[in-house]
């Protein structure tokens, strides 16, 4: 019986406001039409690792910023373990809101614990899985941030840092975007949700064909 073919992982990055949740709701009622294609989210997407998410996001708790890479790389290496490599190994395509990227820009440059650290941290967390493609969205931090603040949800710990922190990251993310370009992709969030969706299909458009 031959093999079926390896999934693809997907990843949807940017800074808090820039629209991933909604793209990869879109994204994902798309890629359904065709195949099997399941939707996650980072921290979180198994018991474990949703846990983790609530320490993570809680206003309430002080976390030291080496204490807060290692909890997000612990929760990221119990979802690759528990429902990444399967789904994968079993020809799913994984859409996953936030991956490596995001510890990298968050907490490598964010936290400023260095990019180098923190990549090398998440390469034994996730067993050097990587993604197939990386959607990133790029948003004005200052327009992100009047996005945030017209939520009816009060903002998380992350989400109460100044502006500064989050340039710091959106400058991360483009550095990364130069230093990778055929994995990640740059879409313009400011434009309308149909049109970064439509973006977003096109940049995927080669997954279809290739086989790893």
């Known amino acids: 019986m031959a093999q079926s073919p390896r999934g693809r992982l997907i990843t949807i990055e940017g800074i808090d406001g820039a629209g991933k949740s909604t793209l990869?709701?879109?994204?994902?009622?798309?890629?359904?039409r065709e195949r099997p294609v399941e939707l996650l989210r980072e921290p979180g997407?198994?018991?474990?690792?949703?846990?983790?998410?609530?320490?993570v996001q809680d206003p309430a708790?002080?976390?030291?910023?080496?204490?807060?890479?290692?909890?997000?790389?612990?929760?990221?290496?119990?979802l690759v373990d528990?429902?990444?490599?399967?789904?994968?190994?079993?020809?799913?395509?994984?859409?996953?809101?936030?991956?490596?990227?995001?510890?990298?820009?968050?907490?490598?440059?964010?936290r400023d614990l260095g990019i180098e650290e923190i990549a090398k941290l998440n390469a034994f967390a996730t067993g050097c899985l990587a993604p197939d493609r990386t959607l990133l969205l790029r948003i004005d931090p200052i327009t992100a941030r009047s996005r945030q603040?017209?939520?009816v949800v009060a903002p998380d710990r992350l989400e109460q840092e100044d502006q500064v922190f989050f340039e710091t990251i959106?400058?991360?993310?483009?550095?990364?975007?130069a230093s990778d370009p055929q994995r990640i992709r740059v879409l313009d969030a400011d434009d309308t949700a149909e049109h970064v969706l439509a973006l977003a299909v096109a940049?995927?458009?080669?997954?279809?064909?290739?086989?790893?």
């Open 24 to 32: 990869a709701s879109a994204l994902h009622a798309f890629l359904a």
């Open 170 to 177: 959106a400058a991360a993310y483009d550095e990364l975007a």
């Open 61 to 78: 708790l002080r976390c030291d910023p080496r204490a807060e890479a290692l909890l997000y790389a612990a929760a990221r290496a119990q």
């Open 45 to 55: 997407g198994v018991e474990l690792s949703e846990r983790i998410r609530a320490l």
């Open 82 to 110: 528990e429902r990444l490599r399967p789904s994968l190994d079993a020809g799913t395509w994984v859409l996953l809101d936030r991956f490596v990227d995001s510890s990298l820009a968050y907490q490598g440059a964010g």
């Open 203 to 212: 940049a995927l458009s080669d997954l279809h064909s290739s086989r790893s």
């Open 149 to 151: 603040l017209s939520r």
